[in-house]
C-alpha cells in the first residue's frame, strides 16, 4: 500500500526556514518522479519542484529557484523540501505526491493531479510579513 505523509509545516517570518518531509511506504522512491505541491485557496495546485533520482533530474519553479531546495534519503525512503528566505508568497498547502512514471520529472508537469497518482495529506505552511 503506497503512503505518502508529509510533516515539518508551520508558521515563520519572512526571511526564515523551514524543512518539510515526505515519508514514502509501500513503494522504493528513488525510482518514482516525486515532487513538492501547493495549493491556496481557489487556486490551482502548482508545482514547486520534482525530483527523479535514477535519473538525476530536478525541476525548480521560478518562484523559489535558489530559495528551495528538493532532496531525498535514499535509506529512510524519505523526500524532503528544505526552504530558505521565505516570503509571505509561500504561504500555502504544500503536498508530495508520487508517479511511478519518469515523464512528469523529465518532461514537466502539466497538471499535477493527473499525473500523479499519489498524494499526501498536505502540511499548512505560512509565511507572516
Known amino acids: 500500500q503506497v503512503q505518502l505523509v508529509e510533516s515539518g509545516g508551520g508558521s515563520v517570518q519572512a526571511g526564515g526556514s523551514l524543512r518539510l518531509s515526505c515519508a514514502a511506504s509501500?513503494?522504493?522512491?528513488?525510482?518514482?518522479?516525486m515532487g513538492w505541491f501547493r495549493q491556496t485557496p481557489g487556486q490551482e495546485r502548482e508545482t514547486v519542484a520534482t525530483?527523479?533520482?535514477?535519473?538525476?533530474?530536478?525541476y525548480y519553479a521560478d518562484s523559489v529557484e535558489g530559495r528551495f531546495t528538493i532532496s531525498q534519503d535514499n535509506p529512510k525512503n524519505t523526500l524532503y523540501l528544505q526552504m530558505n528566505s521565505l516570503e509571505p508568497e509561500d504561504t500555502a498547502v504544500y503536498y508530495c505526491?508520487?508517479?511511478?512514471?519518469?515523464?512528469?520529472?523529465?518532461?514537466?508537469?502539466?497538471?499535477?493531479?493527473?499525473?500523479?497518482?499519489?498524494w499526501g495529506q498536505g502540511t499548512q505552511v505560512t509565511v507572516a510579513s
Open positions: 505526491a508520487a508517479s511511478p512514471l519518469s515523464l512528469p520529472c523529465i518532461h514537466g508537469v502539466l497538471n499535477p493531479r493527473a499525473e500523479f497518482g499519489y
Open positions: 509501500g513503494f522504493n522512491a528513488v525510482t518514482y518522479c
Open positions: 525530483i527523479y533520482t535514477a535519473g538525476d533530474t530536478t
